[in-house]
């Protein structure tokens, strides 16, 4: 806790083997961090989801998504705001704005993510990411995307590029989904975005300990 951190200290040990040299002496400075944030306090949060569902998704890699995004639905929190988007060739939204977590508002996205399929073509990222952005960040609320993808984009820098205009307001979770994932833009997003990636092959067992490890991660606050 904040409490338990140490003040500022410093401390002198003389080495014997220099004594009379100008390398006899080591100086130890301690300095505490100036830290406002309750670390164990969860954030007023809104999570935004990036679903692939382009073709490339089909089969495996778009259950083993859908399983993830149920399992991150069945985690989320009261109070929080969440919307989900569905990304190939085109995007759609699951609401104009994101919603909070209530019954209603999670069984309607439990049946938007169960009808989700590897059916919208190709792969444009690019397109969803700056209409998330363009969206004002609910007030008093972070706002953290998740993007859920096989990472099989043309334009990795460009992707890479809008996440990073938009640190400052968005913080970026990637999990990349299948056995042909394109790693690096599934690291760079998240490394970009101030979050973290994580990585699921079709079949693996972690997928539970997966989604809360990120969920957790992003409920705290960024310092």
């Not at 998240?190 to 997966?210: D, P, T, V, W, Y």
Request: one cysteine or more; a negative charge.
């Amino acid at each position: 806790t904040l409490e338990e951190l140490p003040v500022p200290a410093d401390s002198v040990e003389v080495d014997p083997a220099l004594v009379g040299t100008d390398k006899e002496l080591a100086v130890c400075v301690t300095i505490a961090p100036a830290l406002d944030a309750n670390l164990d306090v969860e954030i007023n949060t809104e999570i935004v989801f990036l679903l692939d569902c382009s073709g490339s998704m089909s089969g495996g890699p778009i259950r083993e998504a859908k399983r993830a995004m149920q399992l991150f639905l069945q985690s989320l929190a009261p109070g929080v705001m969440f919307n989900i988007y569905r990304f190939g060739g085109v995007f759609h939204s699951l609401w104009p704005q994101s919603r909070k977590v209530d019954e209603d508002t999670l069984t309607e996205a439990r049946a938007y993510v169960e009808r989700a399929d590897g059916d919208l073509g190709g792969t444009n990222l690019l397109a969803p990411l700056g209409a998330i952005f363009r969206q004002p960040v609910v007030a008093g609320y972070s706002r953290q995307l998740f993007v859920l993808t096989d990472g099989e984009v043309e334009n990795t820098q460009d992707c890479v590029n809008e996440v990073v205009q938009h640190a400052g307001t968005t913080r970026v979770w990637s999990i990349g989904i299948g056995n042909d994932v394109d790693a690096e833009l599934v690291l760079e997003l998240a490394r970009k975005g101030n979050g973290s990636a994580a990585f699921s092959k079709i079949g693996e067992q972690q997928m539970a300990s997966l989604v809360i490890t990120q969920l957790t991660r992003a409920m705290q606050p960024a310092l």
